[in-house]
């Protein structure tokens, strides 16, 4: 049984910083593609950042870029998404997602199988 259970969002000011984490079960974690996606009314959902668990390499999206950070602790198979410098514009409920399969670069939420359940982050101006 999959499950990715997020937290650590919160309501910060402009200028502030949040670390996601995101705890996953019922599969090696080592073995998958994870994913950072974000949702708000206007934009629906969107992928922000994503990493192949086995080698590392990670890609963002250009709107998070030198803000956003993706690690992981591959022993407790946990994804974790340091946020920076943290701008209105980034209020949405942030997902993390596993088996997000493309050929390479920036996922797209249909790339990935299993999600889930969000943390909400509210950025005040």
């Known amino acids: 049984q999959v499950q990715l259970v997020e937290s650590g969002g919160g309501s910060v000011q402009a200028g502030g910083s949040l670390n996601l984490s995101c705890v996953a079960s019922g599969f090696t974690y080592g073995r998958r593609h994870m994913g950072w996606f974000r949702q708000t009314p206007g934009k629906g959902r969107e992928g922000i950042a994503n990493l192949n668990a086995a080698s590392g390499i990670s890609y963002y999206a250009d709107s998070v870029k030198g803000r956003f950070t993706l690690s992981q602790d591959i022993a407790t198979s946990t994804l974790y998404l340091q946020m920076n410098n943290l701008k209105p514009e980034d209020t949405a409920r942030y997902y993390c997602?596993?088996?997000?399969?493309?050929?390479?670069?920036?996922?797209?939420?249909?790339?990935?199988?299993?999600w889930g359940h969000g943390t909400q982050v509210t950025v005040s101006s």
């Open positions: 997602a596993t088996d997000c399969v493309s050929w390479s670069g920036l996922r797209q939420p249909s790339d990935c199988r299993d």
